[in-house]
């Protein structure tokens, strides 16, 4: 990661949670003239989408809302018909990866962040992957973000001409608790991150996602604002 | 490229062009079981599409025609305003990469056939890359394809299971001469397939793609179906 003495042009995944929205207000804190980037891709959580904008909003930061579309499913995140696993009630998979892993979806979203870079005459992409209290997605790992950068050096223009794309992920090396930490830190609106990849209008509270954040303000001692926020009195 | 004693499932990038259209012939004569990906990407030549419908209707081989947003352009390929260059007529650019390069294309394309192949439990993905008589894209070439193949190693359950996807180029050491004669011997419906960058209903005959395809067919010393099918008197 590198301290930019002039203004780095930057696009960052943004897809309005947790991490994403915490590498987006550091690298606002660090000067970085950011172009954000979201997808939609039949995520059963397109309330993730929602929480994006109105992150986005007051920001004034410049962004991509763009659609592609995945009809072969592959993953409960997609395909409704599988349940989202939760978090302590189900043993993991023979592989620890999940069943809401999505096929190949860190590559298609850095290959689409790196197609928007290339037209942006942008130097790096963020990412909010962390490879510390994560899911066990395999393209969440730094092998893998160190062979993406690779191929995008080899395989865009920028790359051929010199100026390879530099992938970054602050948060890699994080535990939830540290991030959550630097998240209150850098004044993240944590009441508007959506992390729940359910669909529905509040978080489970159970699913993989939701245990991790919950784990996460637990060790850094704080309350979620975002459960006061829209959580039922159910829970 | 091997050669399969029991079928081999893959996904084949298909444009409805001379080359996936060759590429695709090629699988299914090996035996393949193929699943065609076609992406509508905002190309100004999207009558490939088509092509590609009509190629595979009477072949009855598997399919999904998928759009994406990209709408941040940055090629003459999809941006409208820019001026497709013409082959013989216009300088290459200093970096011999022509405008019509679409910003990370192929590392999307291969992406998003890495996804499709995980969720088909496919083994192999198919592109019609050629290094030979070729635009000067640096996501055609042999280096690129072979970094993707280890992101997608890497970065997917397939490759952490220790199946990892293989991506096959079987036209990337071929002239366009050769894959002439082998589109020819394949029975490929050459008159189908579409090659011309610009958007009309008949070949320009003028710009990089057709001259790469003229090349081809004098070389063979065939007469390209496609012009009389398609082409107007005027050339």
């Given at each position: 990661m590198k301290s930019p003495t002039q203004a780095t042009r930057a696009v960052c995944l943004f897809s309005g949670g947790l991490d994403s929205t915490t590498v987006l207000y550091d690298a606002l804190r660090r000067g970085y003239h950011v172009t954000a980037l979201t997808v939609?891709?039949?995520?059963?959580?397109?309330r993730e989408i929602e929480s994006a904008r109105r992150i986005l909003q007051p920001l004034g930061v410049r962004s991509h809302e763009i659609t592609i579309e995945m009809?072969?499913?592959?993953s409960s995140l997609t395909d409704s018909s599988l349940a989202i696993p939760q978090a302590l009630a189900d043993p993991p998979a023979d592989d620890k990866?999940?069943?809401?892993?999505?096929?190949a979806r860190n590559t298609i979203f850095l290959s689409l962040a790196g197609s928007l870079a290339e037209a942006l005459d942008a130097q790096v992409i963020l990412i909010g992957a962390n490879?510390?209290?994560?899911?066990?997605?395999?393209?969440?790992?730094p092998d893998f973000l160190s062979k993406m950068e690779q191929v995008l050096a080899t395989g865009t223009r920028a790359g051929v001409n010199g100026h390879p794309l530099s992938i970054e992920a602050?948060?890699?090396?994080?535990s939830k608790k540290e991030i959550v930490l630097l998240a209150q830190s850098l004044g993240v609106p944590l009441e508007w991150t959506w992390s729940c990849y359910?669909?529905?209008?509040?978080?489970?509270?159970?699913?993989d996602s939701c245990g991790l954040r919950k784990k996460g303000f637990l060790e850094a001692g704080l309350q979620d604002p975002g459960e006061t926020y829209e959580v039922s009195s159910k829970r």
């Open positions: 939609s891709y039949g995520q059963r959580h397109a009809p072969w499913g592959g990866i999940p069943s809401t892993y999505v096929p490879a510390v209290d994560y899911s066990g997605y395999p393209d969440c790992r602050p948060l890699i090396k994080l359910q669909g529905g209008t509040r978080p489970c509270g159970v699913c």
